[in-house]
């Protein structure tokens, strides 16, 4: 059984230990360490042609937009009916995102400043870039259309859709009718379909890279980005209007791992060639959102499954925005060592996780109170 030595009194009053939807959180969780199992240095510079092991992880960022926009509609929905400010929610949402994302910037500072020393590349450029990324901005680049949003740790473009995503969910998506809110996911959905398959809005530019359906981390595939956050996040807010309606039977044991392993299977193995766009559109416009619903219909009995499961939700977004700088130092120190070998990026993944553990617990829990404390007049 893992127990977490969080405060129980601390993460009650910053609602971070009122969990749920357990089975949800678990699934996070997985889909975090299958993104970090795709970035792990070394791992997968022999993988078996460009339909390698992890190529679809990057799909997951997908699960993540549908699993928030659930999870937020249950929180969130009805406080907004009641008359919650937006200012409010928005405010809730930098406290729980920009701790850990700030931890992740500082720990880089040591890279970035050495590279800025050395000139590579324009000092300038990186300048502008280092006050950005400080600020959770994405970094301006007109001379490199191609260039990450966020060029220090490029996980972090999710994080601005995300909050894009949240600002329209405060705004207008809590307060929508469930027809209008069909018509809305509907419309994105039919959007995702044809961009994706005439290459529009920059879907198709990184199929190497980042895969069929990668846009959004870089500026030319900022649209591809819009499109998907604007299909998965609201999606999602449909699925737990439908939850919450349709009253379902809870799910059986077999439904929710067979849910977890078709996930799983679809992060980890790629699509043959001729059928990666079809396919890649399939798990997100159906497997994921279906998933989702049979594993929020799970509650895992009291023991060592539940409290896995609630310390992969717990540790998830830690090990999602930590990775690229802890990935960076472990690879770094391996160059140093001479080491070159696939073994250092499993050992990468526990390192990230531990890296995240003790971020989690020393670090976001206590300047998330703080920071609610110092922001509480504004709210």
Not at 115 to 139: I, N
Not at 335 to 340: A, D, F, S, Y
Not at 351 to 363: L, M, N, R
Request: proline fraction near 6%; charged fraction near 10%.
């Amino acid at each position: 059984m893992v127990n977490l030595p969080i405060p129980a009194a601390h993460t009650a009053t910053i609602q971070f230990a009122e969990r749920t939807f357990v089975a949800l959180d678990g699934l996070r969780g997985v889909a975090a360490i299958m993104v970090a199992l795709r970035h792990a240095p070394f791992l997968w510079e022999g993988a078996p042609g460009p339909t390698g092991w992890m190529r679809n992880g990057y799909l997951a960022v997908d699960l993540f937009f549908v699993l928030s926009g659930f999870v937020l509609e249950h929180a969130y929905r009805k406080r907004f009916l009641q008359g919650m400010p937006v200012r409010s929610f928005m405010l809730a949402r930098v406290q729980r995102l920009y701790p850990l994302y700030a931890l992740a910037f500082i720990l880089s500072l040591p890279f970035l400043l050495g590279q800025l020393a050395d000139g590579v590349p324009d000092s300038v450029q990186r300048t502008l870039g280092l006050l950005c990324s400080a600020l959770m901005l994405p970094t301006p680049n007109a001379a490199y259309p191609d260039a990450d949003l966020y060029p220090f740790n490029f996980a972090a473009w999710s994080l601005l859709f995300e909050l894009a995503a949240n600002l329209l969910f405060a705004v207008f998506g809590a307060r929508l009718g469930t027809k209008s809110l069909i018509r809305l996911v509907s419309g994105f959905a039919v959007a995702l379909v044809v961009c994706a398959a005439m290459g529009w809005l920059g879907f198709g530019i990184e199929v190497g890279k980042r895969g069929v359906l990668g846009g959004g981390p870089t500026w030319e595939t900022f649209g591809a980005g819009v499109i998907r956050v604007g299909f998965s996040f609201f999606a999602g807010v449909l699925l737990y209007r439908f939850h919450e309606t349709a009253r379902l039977q809870p799910a059986r044991s077999g439904f929710a791992l067979g849910a977890f392993a078709l996930v799983i299977a679809i992060l980890a193995v790629g699509f043959p060639r001729d059928l990666d766009l079809a396919l890649s559109l399939v798990s997100v416009l159906v497997v994921f959102p279906l998933a989702i619903m049979i594993c929020a219909r799970f509650d895992p009995p009291k023991g060592a499954l539940a409290s896995i499961m609630q310390t992969l939700g717990l540790l998830s977004y830690g090990i999602y925005v930590l990775q690229v700088v802890t990935f960076h130092a472990v690879e770094v120190c391996a160059l140093q060592l001479g080491i070159q070998s696939a073994l250092v990026g499993l050992v990468a993944i526990p390192i990230v996780a531990a890296v995240a553990y003790a971020a989690t617990v020393f670090v976001d829990v206590p300047v998330r109170l703080t920071m609610k404390q110092a922001l509480k007049g504004l709210a």
